[in-house]
């Protein structure tokens, strides 16, 4: 059974960093991309950041990019989203996702003063 | 960036209704378009892949279909356990992008 499980939320002061993990087991994480995705409170769902297989590319949306940074390790199945200079509007709901089929439950990040 | 126009925002349905959610891409985008359901605090679940493709486990009411621009989702004999809010995703060119939901209720 695929599993991702998401960890590292929290509430995070604006400018500060913050790097999520997850975990992911029931498959053969190396041979697969890596995708994180967001959601605001109440609002729709944002593509954040995605990861060759291989983690020999990775891509990002203008809103984040120069800011977060995704990264896998293979050997130990499981993906990261490393997040510098976070702003107010980087409150969501994080999700990993492999394929856009299998989600993660989802990790809260609060940035706020 | 290709952009996804979802629509209605919300819906209104009776037990047994067949409802439609449509999406415009603002290019073609060659068929790939996922459809989601989402419940309040919970991760979104793929129901549809590739316009017409059912995911494993999903109920033969729902169903998609539509090409280049123009793109449907129904679910036939709507079931309580079908209140959600439904978004479209296209994944033919990075950066993904998201319709802005479609909130469905009981009427």
């Known amino acids: 059974e695929v599993q991702l499980v998401e960890s590292g939320g929290g509430l995070v002061q604006p400018g500060r960093s913050l790097k999520l993990s997850c975990v992911a087991s029931?498959?053969?994480?190396?041979?697969?991309?890596m995708t994180w995705i967001r959601q605001a409170p109440g609002k729709g769902l944002e593509w954040v950041a995605s990861i060759t297989n291989t983690g020999g590319s990775t891509y990002y949306p203008d809103s984040v990019k120069g800011r977060f940074t995704i990264s896998r390790d293979n050997a130990k199945s499981t993906l990261y989203l490393q997040m510098n200079s976070l702003r107010s509007e980087d409150t969501a709901t994080y999700y990993c996702t492999r394929d856009g089929n299998y989600w993660g439950q989802g990790v809260m990040v609060t940035v706020s003063s | 960036d290709i952009q996804m126009t979802q629509s209605p925002p919300s819906l209104s349905a009776s037990l047994g209704d067949k409802v439609t959610i449509t999406c415009q891409a603002s290019?073609?985008?060659?068929?790939?378009i996922a459809w989601y359901q989402q419940k309040p605090g919970k991760a979104p679940r793929q129901l549809i892949r590739y316009t017409s493709t059912l995911v494993s486990g999903t109920p033969s009411r729902f169903s998609g279909s539509g090409s280049g621009r123009d793109y449907s989702f129904s679910i036939s004999n709507v079931e309580s356990e079908d209140i959600a809010s439904y978004y479209c995703?296209?994944?033919?060119?990075?950066?993904?992008?998201f319709g802005g939901g479609t909130k469905l209720e009981l009427k």
């Open positions: 290019q073609n985008i060659n068929k790939y």
């Open positions: 029931g498959f053969t994480f190396n041979n697969y991309w």
């Open positions: 995703l296209q994944y033919d060119n990075l950066p993904w992008t």
